[in-house]
């Protein structure tokens, strides 16, 4: 299925510009992006610098801001020539067809890797995501993740009750949950539980 930010290759051939994007395998980024700029292709990969601490030392390292992607614009039509590039698993598309990302999403994130000190990976998240607290006094507890002006707030709730609480979190201390299902509770959807006097 197509979403509203990606184009067909057929609207690219009418002269849309945009990227497209590779899947290259686990920590092959770096081979892959050589080995298609050397082939001529203009290549985009966005990196980013994390310090890195062992037990005798400190290291600042260069990874992938998005691990297994690397983004290449135009040249699509080689695709055999892409495809066989050390490193590269393939295009990312849908039914077949390569997929266009606009020139403004790549064009925000070398804006932000130009402009920003720290800049960093981030899970994919969107609000009403079931999450789980990954550190923190938190850790473990799951909920809603809902957003309250600028802060993120981690909803529980009790079923039971039909109540809920929010606390506030940083969306960095959240990865994405599978949703529990709640089975054998023996609730009827006509149960309505009054508070107690």
């Given at each position: 299925?197509?979403?509203?930010?990606?184009?067909?290759?057929?609207?690219?051939?009418?002269?849309?510009?945009?990227?497209?994007?590779?899947?290259?395998?686990?920590?092959?980024?770096?081979?892959?992006a050589?080995?298609?700029?050397?082939?001529?292709?203009?290549v985009?990969?966005?990196?980013?610098?994390?310090?890195?601490?062992w037990s005798?030392?400190?290291?600042?390292?260069c990874?992938?801001?998005?691990?297994?992607?690397?983004?290449?614009?135009?040249?699509v039509?080689?695709?055999?020539n892409?495809?066989?590039?050390?490193g590269?698993?393939g295009?990312?598309?849908?039914?077949g067809?390569?997929?266009?990302?606009p020139?403004?999403?790549?064009e925000?994130?070398?804006?932000?890797?130009?402009?920003?000190?720290h800049?960093?990976?981030?899970?994919?998240?969107?609000?009403?995501?079931?999450v789980?607290?990954?550190?923190g006094?938190?850790e473990?507890i799951?909920?809603?993740?809902v957003?309250?002006k600028k802060?993120?707030?981690?909803v529980?709730?009790?079923e039971?009750?039909?109540?809920?609480?929010?606390?506030?979190v940083?969306?960095?201390m959240?990865?994405?949950a599978p949703?529990?299902?709640?089975?054998?509770?023996?609730?009827s959807?006509?149960?309505?539980?009054?508070?107690c006097?």
């Open positions: 299925m197509l979403t509203s930010n990606t184009k067909l290759l057929e609207d690219y051939r009418k002269g849309s510009a945009g990227w497209f994007a590779i899947h290259t395998k686990y920590q092959h980024e770096d081979l892959a050589q080995s298609l700029a050397y082939k001529g292709f203009e985009f990969l966005p990196q980013y610098t994390s310090v890195r601490q005798d030392r400190t290291k600042e390292l990874a992938p801001l998005f691990p297994c992607y690397l983004f290449l614009r135009e040249g039509e080689h695709q055999l892409i495809l066989t590039t050390p590269v698993q295009l990312v598309g849908f039914a067809v390569p997929a266009i990302i020139d403004v999403e790549i925000a994130v070398r804006r932000i890797i130009a402009r920003c000190a800049v960093e990976p981030h899970p994919f998240l969107r609000c009403g995501d079931w789980r607290v990954k550190c006094p938190l473990g799951e909920g809603i993740l957003r309250n802060q993120f707030r981690l529980l709730s009790v039971l009750v039909q109540k809920s609480a929010a606390v506030e940083d969306a960095w959240v990865e994405r949703r529990p299902e709640w089975s054998g509770t023996g609730r959807s006509t149960f309505n539980p009054r508070p006097a």
